[in-house]
């Protein structure tokens, strides 16, 4: 079987081929190409097009928004918006994102939603990887983040990743609390900082690289095929080792967003077992939504009550406590 391969551009090893010419290669062909010269700046591949990881790659920097005293996000946001040509300044990205002074956490998709008014569309990715990151970056892509502040701590942190090298095996990120610039080696970010948000990522963009994304991410742009992978990527790493609680925590999660509430429920009820960090749920409150949803409502606002200790103005784990104690009649 013969299939298409139309090349857009690439001086960098000799091949200089129009726009509108096609040339048939076996599948031979195509493997070595795209897979054993990732010097080809640009392949279409059955329509697809983007550009493979070198071994070092960096997209330019904002100026540097030291965050305000937990203002992470409205910080980060104030960066991101930089790269693409707006001055925001972070007390307005804080009175937009914020619902009040002591909020203590914004959502990906409420910074997803504000980006949309400058018409820079961002998508929200579940398991994602290092890999993955490196190929979005090399693309053009900036990539949102949310992690720990450090690793293996519990303080929600957002961060903006726009380079890697892979001689240092670091990402390059634009922090709102450290600087821009910062280095992250890869396996500390990826499993004592990342993987904690079931490796939340966010490529923003402007609307006309949508495709390219699509490319990208492949099979994971439909939402349930993405949590699907995720189910099983963290089933292997409860294999591997039983009493990781974060990918029992994962688990739940990817489970919740597939509807499937008893195996959420199971899942989180083991990595609470193992033992949550104190403030888990200032960040992820699915587990007080999935008792919620199954009609157990004493155990969410049980959850409620510890999220909301020292964080009482966590507008929507009020809601779902006040939601739980309706339907218990007071």
Request: aromatic share 14%; with cysteine.
């Amino acid at each position: 079987m013969k299939l298409k391969l139309l090349f857009l551009a690439s001086g960098i090893i000799g091949i200089a081929i129009g726009l509108s010419a096609a040339y048939t290669l076996s599948k031979k062909d195509i493997k070595y190409i795209v897979e054993r010269q990732p010097l080809v700046q640009r392949a279409r591949v059955l329509g697809y097009s983007f550009r493979r990881p070198e071994e070092y790659y960096v997209l330019p920097a904002a100026k540097w928004v030291p965050q305000t005293f937990n203002n992470c996000g409205p910080a980060a946001v104030s960066m991101t918006l930089q790269y693409f040509g707006h001055s925001v300044p972070q007390t307005e990205t804080k009175a937009r994102l914020r619902t009040g002074d002591d909020d203590k956490n914004i959502f990906m998709y409420q910074i997803s939603d504000y980006l949309k008014e400058f018409d820079i569309e961002s998508k929200i990715f579940f398991n994602g990887d290092i890999e993955m990151v490196k190929t979005l970056v090399s693309n053009g892509f900036y990539v949102i983040v949310e992690d720990w502040l450090r690793p293996y701590e519990d303080i929600g942190h957002v961060l903006i990743i726009r380079g890697y090298d892979d001689r240092a095996k670091v990402l390059i990120g634009d922090d709102p609390y450290l600087g821009v610039g910062v280095r992250f080696p890869y396996q500390e970010f990826e499993e004592g900082q990342w993987k904690p948000f079931n490796r939340e990522f966010v490529p923003v963009y402007s609307r006309e690289k949508e495709e390219l994304l699509k490319a990208i991410v492949g099979e994971n742009w439909n939402e349930s095929t993405m949590y699907r992978n995720s189910v099983i990527r963290n089933q292997k790493d409860i294999e591997e080792n039983p009493n990781d609680m974060y990918a029992w925590f994962n688990l739940g999660t990817s489970y919740f967003a597939l509807a499937e509430y008893e195996n959420a429920k199971e899942a989180f009820e083991k990595s609470r077992q193992i033992g949550w960090p104190g403030r888990m749920l200032w960040y992820q409150i699915e587990p007080i939504e999935t008792y919620n949803k199954l009609g157990e409502y004493q155990k969410a606002i049980e959850l409620a009550n510890i999220a909301l200790a020292g964080n009482e103005s966590f507008i929507e784990v009020q809601q779902e406590k006040e939601f739980a104690l309706e339907k218990l009649g007071f």
